[in-house]
């Protein structure tokens, strides 16, 4: 199950239809589960892995993935090799991911864009590493073109997430 | 020999590498008897699943196992994924040995080799199955060895990986196998680099076969071709044949057909004769027994038990 956990306030039609794209890529049930508080004296740009940690109140069962949602921007991150801009978080085959819609204002402006993105965090949390292919949603989604691709998974990509998602449910 | 594993002294709680199966960690060294023998055996728990491996211990530097990766390593592979390396093997049999060898015997660079070759042959044309697995693999052990050895999130790992192969606000190159033409001018094209894809009806995602007898005779014709036009722009994809002088007034050649040629048809022994019945499949007809002219027939065989003989009446 994806848990959508809304850090700022969203249009909840907007968020049934992202809702609905979601489950249609992965196939796993999809719903908005609540809204959390951002920790008191975390300031914007937001770090990422540190909100992560953090933040509270969130309830979901243990295959579940809670995907955080929010307006504002998230720091890039230092890294060795360079800076990495920072549209979306998630560790590798863990339960929790978080993606911004900045720099836009709501869901409806950037809808295909975001659940690109939306769907990239949340592959890697089925372990699915970046893709070679720029029509692939685990495309890495720092290059130009990446915004502008459709909500969806390369065959090789696909398959791998529904194994994920079987061996989970079994 | 792999890298680093010339004198590889192992400890409890060392972290090591197995090749093609990614970090693990030492749990333990002891010895065991088996089959009479006692051997030192060296435990490792693999870090991503917890699965253990028991490894003797004279035999953990010729499978290769080595230690993780240190820091400066890591950043020889940054500078190596930076360059501008255009250099793939387009001969699919020399690149899986060469890749194979890379997983298995080649370290951390190795991987970033495997890694770098398969995505500039991908700028190229898509992966087939077995490559894109390949791929996968390779990026997969190589983003947790680098999160090893930088001490940091598998993400981030990537993600440093990835900045360095994709650099942001840049898209990716579009390359051409004229690109990958060696200094010696041999192109050592497969026959799936010349667009023969279609011809032959390749599944996409199939490692293509060696290219016939007759592939690589009209290969070698309009290799010949070729040498003959010097200085023209070279042209993508297969080269136009060459085309053979007819003698005037004769009829054209009729344009080649692929594949096995039809047999050839048995000639009439005899104008007028009657042409061969068609040869019938399956197994003959039995030989029917031969008959008495004028004899009726014979019963048809009745199947199952004969009928029992009766006794000849008056006897008692």
């Given at each position: 199950?994806?848990?959508?956990?809304?850090?700022?306030?969203?249009?909840?039609?907007?968020?049934?239809?992202?809702?609905?794209?979601?489950?249609?890529?992965?196939?796993?049930?999809?719903?908005h589960?609540?809204?959390?508080?951002?920790?008191?004296?975390?300031?914007?740009?937001?770090?990422?892995?540190?909100?992560?940690d953090?933040?509270?109140?969130?309830?979901?069962?243990?295959?579940?993935k809670?995907?955080?949602?929010?307006?504002?921007?998230?720091?890039?991150?230092?890294?060795?090799?360079?800076?990495?801009?920072?549209?979306?978080?998630?560790?590798?085959?863990?339960?929790?991911?978080?993606?911004?819609i900045?720099?836009?204002?709501?869901?409806?402006?950037?809808?295909?864009?975001?659940?690109?993105?939306?769907?990239?965090?949340l592959?890697?949390?089925?372990?699915?590493?970046?893709?070679?292919?720029?029509?692939?949603?685990?495309?890495?989604?720092?290059t130009?073109?990446?915004?502008?691709?459709?909500?969806?998974?390369?065959?090789?990509?696909?398959?791998?997430?529904?194994?994920?998602?079987?061996?989970?449910?079994? | 020999?792999?890298?680093?594993?010339?004198?590889?002294?192992?400890?409890?709680?060392?972290?090591?590498?197995?090749?093609?199966?990614?970090?693990?960690?030492?749990?333990?060294?002891?010895?065991?008897?088996?089959?009479?023998?006692?051997?030192?055996?060296?435990?490792?728990?693999?870090?991503?699943?917890?699965?253990?491996?028991?490894?003797?211990?004279g035999?953990?530097?010729?499978?290769?196992?080595?230690?993780?990766?240190?820091?400066?390593?890591?950043?020889?592979?940054?500078?190596?994924?930076?360059?501008?390396?255009?250099?793939?093997?387009?001969?699919?049999?020399?690149?899986?040995?060469?890749?194979?060898?890379?997983?298995?015997?080649?370290?951390?660079?190795?991987?970033?080799?495997?890694?770098?070759?398969?995505?500039?042959?991908?700028e190229?044309?898509?992966?087939?199955?077995?490559?894109?697995e390949?791929?996968?693999?390779?990026?997969?052990?190589?983003?947790?060895?680098?999160?090893?050895?930088?001490?940091?999130?598998?993400?981030?790992?990537?993600?440093?990986?990835?900045?360095?192969?994709?650099?942001?606000?840049?898209?990716?190159p579009?390359?051409?196998?004229a690109?990958?033409?060696?200094?010696?001018?041999?192109?050592?094209?497969?026959?799936?680099?010349?667009?023969?894809?279609?011809?032959?009806?390749?599944?996409?995602?199939?490692?293509?076969?060696?290219?016939?007898?007759?592939?690589?005779?009209?290969?070698?014709?309009?290799?010949?071709?070729?040498?003959?036009?010097?200085?023209?722009?070279?042209?993508?994809?297969?080269?136009?044949?060459?085309?053979?002088?007819?003698?005037?007034g004769?009829?054209?050649?009729?344009?080649?057909?692929?594949g096995?040629?039809?047999?050839?048809?048995?000639?009439?022994?005899?104008?007028?004769?009657?042409?061969a019945?068609?040869?019938?499949?399956?197994?003959?007809?039995k030989?029917?027994?031969?008959?008495?002219?004028?004899?009726?027939?014979?019963?048809?065989?009745?199947?199952?038990?004969?009928?029992?003989?009766k006794?000849?009446?008056?006897e008692?």
């Amino acid at each position: 199950m994806i848990r959508v956990v809304t850090l700022d306030p969203f249009d909840d039609k907007q968020l049934a239809k992202f809702n609905r794209t979601l489950y249609t890529a992965f196939g796993v049930g999809s719903e908005h589960s609540g809204s959390a508080e951002v920790p008191a004296g975390m300031s914007e740009p937001l770090d990422a892995e540190k909100l992560m940690d953090e933040v509270q109140g969130i309830r979901s069962y243990k295959d579940d993935k809670v995907l955080l949602l929010t307006t504002r921007k998230l720091k890039d991150r230092e890294l060795p090799s360079g800076v990495a801009p920072t549209a979306g978080f998630a560790r590798q085959g863990k339960d929790r991911a978080i993606l911004t819609i900045a720099p836009h204002k709501d869901l409806e402006s950037a809808f295909k864009a975001v659940t690109r993105h939306a769907l990239h965090q949340l592959g890697h949390l089925w372990e699915l590493h970046h893709c070679l292919d720029p029509r692939c949603s685990m495309y890495p989604p720092w290059t130009p073109s990446f915004a502008q691709g459709e909500a969806i998974f390369c065959t090789f990509c696909r398959e791998k997430s529904e194994q994920k998602i079987r061996l989970a449910k079994s | 020999m792999p890298e680093g594993s010339a004198s590889l002294q192992l400890a409890v709680g060392d972290r090591v590498v197995y090749p093609n199966q990614g970090v693990c960690r030492v749990s333990a060294i002891d010895v065991k008897e088996v089959a009479g023998q006692k051997l030192t055996f060296v435990t490792m728990r693999r870090e991503e699943d917890g699965a253990v491996v028991m490894v003797p211990e004279g035999k953990v530097l010729s499978i290769g196992v080595r230690k993780v990766a240190s820091a400066e390593d890591v950043e020889a592979i940054f500078s190596f994924l930076r360059s501008d390396s255009d250099k793939a093997d387009l001969d699919w049999k020399q690149r899986a040995r060469t890749n194979l060898d890379r997983m298995t015997q080649g370290g951390i660079m190795g991987l970033a080799e495997v890694v770098k070759g398969l995505q500039v042959l991908s700028e190229l044309r898509p992966l087939p199955t077995k490559e894109r697995e390949l791929y996968d693999n390779a990026r997969h052990l190589l983003v947790t060895e680098v999160a090893a050895a930088l001490g940091t999130a598998e993400v981030n790992a990537e993600d440093a990986i990835d900045i360095v192969l994709f650099p942001p606000g840049r898209e990716r190159p579009k390359r051409t196998a004229a690109e990958f033409q060696r200094e010696d001018g041999d192109l050592d094209l497969d026959s799936d680099l010349l667009g023969l894809d279609s011809d032959l009806d390749l599944p996409s995602d199939e490692e293509p076969s060696e290219p016939s007898e007759e592939e690589s005779s009209e290969e070698g014709e309009s290799e010949e071709a070729e040498s003959s036009e010097e200085g023209a722009p070279k042209k993508r994809g297969r080269p136009p044949k060459a085309k053979t002088e007819a003698p005037e007034g004769a009829e054209p050649a009729a344009p080649k057909k692929r594949g096995r040629p039809p047999k050839p048809k048995p000639e009439a022994t005899a104008e007028g004769a009657e042409p061969a019945a068609p040869k019938k499949r399956g197994r003959p007809p039995k030989p029917k027994p031969p008959e008495a002219e004028g004899a009726a027939p014979a019963a048809p065989k009745k199947r199952g038990r004969p009928p029992k003989v009766k006794p000849p009446e008056g006897e008692s």
